[in-house]
Protein backbone atom coordinates (compact mmCIF):
# COMPACT_ATOMS: atom_id res chain seq x y z
CA UNK A 1 0.00 0.00 0.00
CA UNK A 2 1.32 3.34 -1.11
CA UNK A 3 0.74 6.71 0.92
CA UNK A 4 0.07 7.93 4.04
CA UNK A 5 -1.08 5.06 6.44
CA UNK A 6 -4.90 6.13 7.58
CA UNK A 7 -5.56 7.47 10.74
CA UNK A 8 -7.57 5.48 12.85
CA UNK A 9 -11.38 6.32 13.39
CA UNK A 10 -11.00 6.81 16.99
CA UNK A 11 -8.52 9.11 16.42
CA UNK A 12 -9.81 11.13 13.38
CA UNK A 13 -12.98 11.33 15.89
CA UNK A 14 -10.92 12.39 18.48
CA UNK A 15 -9.71 15.68 16.46
CA UNK A 16 -12.85 16.41 15.04
CA UNK A 17 -13.05 14.64 11.37
CA UNK A 18 -10.63 17.37 10.17
CA UNK A 19 -10.97 16.34 6.65
CA UNK A 20 -13.87 15.41 6.69
CA UNK A 21 -14.04 12.49 4.71
CA UNK A 22 -16.45 10.06 5.37
CA UNK A 23 -15.60 8.00 8.47
CA UNK A 24 -16.46 4.28 7.62
CA UNK A 25 -19.53 2.67 9.35
CA UNK A 26 -18.46 -0.35 8.26
CA UNK A 27 -15.41 -0.83 10.38
CA UNK A 28 -14.66 -3.37 12.92
CA UNK A 29 -15.19 -2.63 16.46
CA UNK A 30 -13.45 -4.27 19.13
CA UNK A 31 -14.03 -5.00 22.92
CA UNK A 32 -12.78 -2.33 25.08
CA UNK A 33 -9.08 -3.49 26.84
CA UNK A 34 -8.76 -3.81 30.75
CA UNK A 35 -5.92 -2.34 32.17
CA UNK A 36 -4.17 -4.91 33.72
CA UNK A 37 -1.19 -5.63 31.77
CA UNK A 38 -0.53 -9.19 29.52
CA UNK A 39 0.21 -12.27 31.07
CA UNK A 40 3.36 -11.78 29.78
CA UNK A 41 4.48 -8.93 31.15
CA UNK A 42 3.90 -10.39 35.00
CA UNK A 43 7.10 -11.74 34.56
CA UNK A 44 9.93 -10.33 36.81
CA UNK A 45 11.98 -9.85 34.19
CA UNK A 46 9.59 -7.09 33.16
CA UNK A 47 9.10 -5.25 35.70
CA UNK A 48 9.69 -1.93 33.73
CA UNK A 49 7.58 -2.68 30.96
CA UNK A 50 4.94 -3.18 33.30
CA UNK A 51 5.48 0.03 35.63
CA UNK A 52 5.35 1.49 31.87
CA UNK A 53 1.75 -0.26 31.07
CA UNK A 54 0.49 0.93 34.53
CA UNK A 55 1.21 4.59 33.96
CA UNK A 56 -0.17 4.68 30.64
CA UNK A 57 -2.60 2.08 29.67
CA UNK A 58 -5.44 3.39 32.41
CA UNK A 59 -5.30 6.50 30.07
CA UNK A 60 -5.46 5.35 26.80
CA UNK A 61 -8.02 3.55 28.02
CA UNK A 62 -9.94 6.20 29.49
CA UNK A 63 -9.66 8.05 26.34
CA UNK A 64 -10.93 5.58 24.18
CA UNK A 65 -7.66 5.12 22.39
CA UNK A 66 -7.32 1.65 23.65
CA UNK A 67 -9.06 -1.36 22.50
CA UNK A 68 -8.14 -5.37 23.70
CA UNK A 69 -7.26 -6.23 20.24
CA UNK A 70 -4.12 -3.23 20.80
CA UNK A 71 -2.79 -4.81 23.54
CA UNK A 72 -0.14 -6.19 21.76
CA UNK A 73 1.05 -3.10 20.22
CA UNK A 74 1.23 -1.46 23.79
CA UNK A 75 2.96 -4.35 25.33
CA UNK A 76 5.54 -4.12 22.00
CA UNK A 77 5.71 -0.43 23.28
CA UNK A 78 6.27 -1.29 26.99
CA UNK A 79 9.09 -3.76 26.02
CA UNK A 80 11.00 -1.54 24.16
CA UNK A 81 10.49 0.81 26.80
CA UNK A 82 12.08 -1.49 29.21
CA UNK A 83 15.00 -1.69 26.46
CA UNK A 84 15.67 1.96 25.95
CA UNK A 85 15.76 2.84 29.59
CA UNK A 86 18.24 -0.79 30.03
CA UNK A 87 20.60 0.63 27.44
CA UNK A 88 20.67 3.86 29.19
CA UNK A 89 21.55 2.11 32.45
CA UNK A 90 24.13 0.66 30.92
CA UNK A 91 25.42 3.65 29.28
CA UNK A 92 25.21 5.34 32.63
CA UNK A 93 27.32 2.87 34.58
CA UNK A 94 29.66 2.12 31.98
CA UNK A 95 30.70 6.04 30.37
CA UNK A 96 29.55 7.11 27.01
CA UNK A 97 33.34 5.44 26.01
CA UNK A 98 34.46 1.96 26.11
CA UNK A 99 37.86 0.62 25.74
CA UNK A 100 38.53 -1.84 22.66
CA UNK A 101 40.45 -5.23 23.17
CA UNK A 102 43.22 -2.71 21.72
CA UNK A 103 42.94 -0.29 23.97
CA UNK A 104 41.21 2.50 21.96
CA UNK A 105 38.15 4.46 22.70
CA UNK A 106 35.12 4.04 21.17
CA UNK A 107 31.27 5.38 21.63
CA UNK A 108 29.54 2.55 23.93
CA UNK A 109 27.41 0.87 21.41
CA UNK A 110 24.24 0.80 23.92
CA UNK A 111 23.89 4.25 22.65
CA UNK A 112 22.83 2.75 19.54
CA UNK A 113 20.70 0.42 20.77
CA UNK A 114 18.97 3.10 22.71
CA UNK A 115 18.70 4.65 19.30
CA UNK A 116 17.35 2.12 17.55
CA UNK A 117 14.76 1.30 20.43
CA UNK A 118 13.31 4.61 21.14
CA UNK A 119 12.25 4.91 17.03
CA UNK A 120 10.49 1.83 17.88
CA UNK A 121 8.82 3.42 20.63
CA UNK A 122 8.15 6.52 18.65
CA UNK A 123 6.35 4.49 15.98
CA UNK A 124 4.30 3.15 18.32
CA UNK A 125 3.67 6.31 20.92
CA UNK A 126 2.90 8.04 17.64
CA UNK A 127 -0.13 4.92 16.56
CA UNK A 128 -1.48 5.60 20.51
CA UNK A 129 -1.04 9.54 20.53
CA UNK A 130 1.16 9.42 23.05
CA UNK A 131 3.95 12.60 21.66
CA UNK A 132 3.17 16.25 21.87
CA UNK A 133 2.59 16.46 18.19
CA UNK A 134 0.59 13.52 17.77
CA UNK A 135 -1.66 14.42 20.93
CA UNK A 136 -1.84 18.30 19.68
CA UNK A 137 -4.49 17.19 17.04
CA UNK A 138 -6.61 14.95 18.91
CA UNK A 139 -10.01 16.88 20.16
CA UNK A 140 -11.23 14.77 23.38
CA UNK A 141 -15.09 15.01 24.29
CA UNK A 142 -15.44 15.20 27.85
CA UNK A 143 -17.61 12.53 29.08
CA UNK A 144 -21.49 14.04 29.26
CA UNK A 145 -22.64 15.53 32.35
CA UNK A 146 -25.63 13.47 33.79
CA UNK A 147 -28.87 15.38 33.63
CA UNK A 148 -30.69 16.68 36.91
CA UNK A 149 -34.28 17.54 36.28
CA UNK A 150 -34.23 19.40 39.65
CA UNK A 151 -31.28 21.48 38.63
CA UNK A 152 -32.73 22.52 35.37
CA UNK A 153 -35.95 23.47 36.73
CA UNK A 154 -33.75 25.81 39.79
CA UNK A 155 -32.19 27.36 36.63
CA UNK A 156 -35.76 28.40 35.12
CA UNK A 157 -35.91 25.83 32.56
CA UNK A 158 -32.48 26.10 31.18
CA UNK A 159 -29.67 24.15 30.75
CA UNK A 160 -26.63 25.13 33.36
CA UNK A 161 -24.02 27.20 31.56
Known sequence: M????????????????????????????????????PEELLHEKWAVARGEWDRIAPQLIAAGIMKRIDQTAL??????????????EWVRDHGSFIRTKNGLFMANPHFKVAGRVFEEMKTLMTEFGLTPSS?????ADLPAEEFDPMEEFLNGGKAKA
Open 75 to 88: MAYCIAYQHWITAH
Open 135 to 139: RSRLK
Open 2 to 37: RGRKPTPTVLKLLRGNPGKRPINGSEPQYDAAEPAP
